[in-house]
């Protein structure tokens, strides 16, 4: 960003700092509200479509272009031209409003993901309760698209899905604690910089808790209750066709890729890489280039993972998605938190280097103990049903 | 002094166009053909019986008040997680005290069927 | 004035027509639903506020503890109110006098300690580098004000219980 300014400045002498900034500033936004949903769209569309299909051992679209590459531009172009129909019971300000503020929510996000060394929007010195605090206009738009649709299911469908965001976001901000702990920071750049060992090995626990939340916050399976065909038709946006319908669309791929990139920036080291910063400056092109191939390359396996994910596991029940949520990842998660806590002041360990060790075994520790409280309390639960049904017998 | 919240807000006033010009776009190409039937109420063909704004049950507002605490707590502890590197051995006693009295809201809720599902 | 002070004047003017543009619409509006979103515009006028006064932690909280959860209860009420969701309202019932005299009342109050009070003003050195970074923050939390730390988690633990033990109350 920086550089960017400066190079403005010496090939236009007459330009003053602010103005260039201002340039700079505007085309990345307008590179973020623009040319990224049609790209990640596109492109994350076709990737699921093609993952899921080999997982189900079918082929995926492949009519619309060469290995149906183009099957994401038809859909848009299907969208475009697709009656936009607005219920005449709804209330009309409030149905129109909720898909735009979707997005926008989405969108706002990315202005705090660092894509490469020196590229990122805003480098905010709270810059991961941000993320979180955003993420908050997103529960609005569907409360309101549930509402406003007066459709009995889009409505139960938004209790529904807030009440799992909600129930979600606690894990995830107790996991971002334990990154903030670990990094002393907030701000997006001081995470990277503070993983020379990524936190994925470090803080894997905080990893787990994190993706799950994330995976659950994007509404996506295993934690799909809000499209739950059999039970509540396509959720809070039943009523929503044509392009409104595609804003939705848009900021549900938008989020999947930015929940991935967040993942990637607070655990696998963001634009890090091998090569970065020793052989090749960070500052130089070149550098800026590998470091948003490091990053893609990061971001798209998190992806990757979250649609394996989708193709492997079945879909949860309401009330085993909130018991998840509030009576496994909350606990495991404060558990977690004062481990890391207790083994970061640990004065052997700080001077010694070893820290990362430390963490590591700690986190293990957390999570063999919860796993096998768990799986003890899957076993109770399990005798105690037996026995009513031997007694039923009798 | 520059904010870095400059950014954010070009950001929304761009973000916000997106919407204006995708609707704008799609209104000028797609067709307009209503009919009654056509905006009624979706609900699976079946004619539509009432308002959809009815009364629901009062198991959602109890997770939305044990979130607002937890979503409060987590705001407490993240100035504590930023500043801990800083801060002398009793931050972690006055950190984990913290946590604990969190935890014990977690535990009493849920003893208590807040968090039952039923 | 330079022109970065004269965009500070818009953005304060635009925030000023959102929050209380939006305060209003909340008393005004029929439609219960829609005077919960006027708050949610309200609220986020709040926002802008502290990102103005450079402020970025507490405009994240604001976002974050106001609008993603705040408001969320108030429209889950809202929603989950018998009677309330329909359509029309009527804005007052028997008690608007005494409302009308206790908001005044409420009003003159607060006018009066803004103009009594004399606010502490930040020096000099403060306002030169107004970013105070959540780092200070959390050392003057755990430091000198530690006690009050301790006790905002207790008093938390008190609203839990209080809100299950009505919730549960209402149910049974």
Known sequence: MDATVSWLINLIPQMTEPVARLIVDLVYAGALAFVAPVVV???????????????????????????????????????????????????????????????????????????????????????????????????????????????????????????????????????????????????????????????????PLAFIIFLMATIAEIGRSPFDLLEAESEIVAGFHVEYSGMKFAFFFIGEYMHLFVGAGIATTLFLGGWRGPFLGEVISEASILGVLLGFVYFLIKTVFIVFLMIWIRGTLPRFRIDHLLDFGWKFLVPVGLLGLIAVALVLKL????????????????????????????????????????RGVVGADR | MRSDFVFVGILVVVATLLPVVGLGVARLIRPKKPNPVKLSTYECGVESIGDAWVQFRAQYYIYALVFVVFDIEAVFLLPWAVAYGQLPLYALVEGVVFILILALALAYAWRKGALRWS | ????????????????????????????????????????????????????????????????????????????????????????????????????????????????????????????????????????????????????????????LVALIGAVILARETES
């Open chain 1, 41 to 203: 769209v596109v492109a994350f569309t076709y990737m699921e479509r093609k993952v899921i299909a080999r997982i189900q051992d079918r082929v995926g679209p492949n009519r619309a272009g060469p290995f149906g590459l183009l099957q994401g531009l038809a859909d848009a172009v299907k969208m475009l031209t697709k009656e936009d129909i607005t219920p005449q019971d709804a209330d009309r300000i409030v149905y129109n409003l909720a898909p735009a503020l979707a997005v926008i929510g989405v969108i706002l996000v990315y202005a705090v993901l660092p894509v490469a060394p020196g590229v990122i929007g805003a480098d905010l010195n709270v810059g991961v309760l941000y993320v979180v605090a955003v993420g908050g206009i997103g529960t609005m738009a569907i409360l309101m698209a549930g509402w406003s649709s007066n459709n009995k299911y889009a409505l139960l469908s938004a209790f529904r899905v807030v009440a799992q965001l909600i129930s979600y976001e606690i894990p995830m901000i107790i996991a971002l604690l334990i990154v903030v702990l670990a990094a002393g920071s907030m701000q997006m750049g001081e995470i990277i910089a503070a993983q020379d060992v990524p936190f994925l090995f470090t803080l």
């Open chain 1, 347 to 386: 004065p052997f360990l700080s001077s010694s280097g070893l820290m990362w060790i430390g963490l590591l075994v700690a986190n293990i520790l957390v999570i063999v103990v919860s796993l096998a409280a768990v799986s003890m309390a899957a076993r109770r639960s399990r005798s105690v049903a037996l």
């Open chain 3, 1 to 156: 004035m330079p022109a970065d002070q004269i965009v500070r004047y818009i953005v304060f003017l635009i925030l000023t027509v959102m929050t209380l543009g939006g305060a209003l619409g909340v008393v005004v509006s029929r439609n219960l639903f829609h005077s919960a979103l006027f708050l949610v515009l309200s609220f986020a006028g709040v926002v802008g506020y502290y990102v103005l006064l450079d402020a970025g932690f507490l405009a994240a909280v604001q976002l974050l503890i106001y609008i993603g959860a705040i408001a969320i209860l108030i429209l889950f009420a809202v929603m989950l109110t018998r009677g309330l969701m329909d359509k029309r309202q009527s804005q007052h019932n028997q008690q608007w006098l005494i409302a009308a005299l206790v908001a005044l009342l409420i009003f003159v109050v607060l006018a009066v300690v803004l103009w009594q009070v004399e606010w502490p003003v930040a020096s000099e050195q403060a306002l030169a580098s107004p970013n105070v970074s959540v780092s200070q923050l959390g050392q003057e939390l755990l430091g000198p004000y530690v006690i009050p730390f301790e006790v905002a988690s207790v008093l938390l």
